[in-house]
């Protein structure tokens, strides 16, 4: 699996989930990073960084 193809996968689980907890999702692709913003006001970051073990 590449980074995209989970950035996607990742991407697609948080979109279609209960629509009472996520109000929107910032994609930012040059960061490799969302921005997740909840109904209730906190926001989050996630960030994709592939590591090399």
Do not use: H, P, Q, Y
Request: glycine share 6%.
């Amino acid at each position: 699996m590449e980074l995209d193809d989970l950035k996607e996968l990742i991407f697609d689980f948080l979109n279609e989930s209960d629509g009472s907890l996520i109000a929107d999702i910032e994609t930012m692709e040059r960061e490799n990073t969302f921005i997740v913003k909840t109904v209730g006001g906190n926001t989050f970051e996630i960030e994709f960084r592939e590591c090399r073990i």
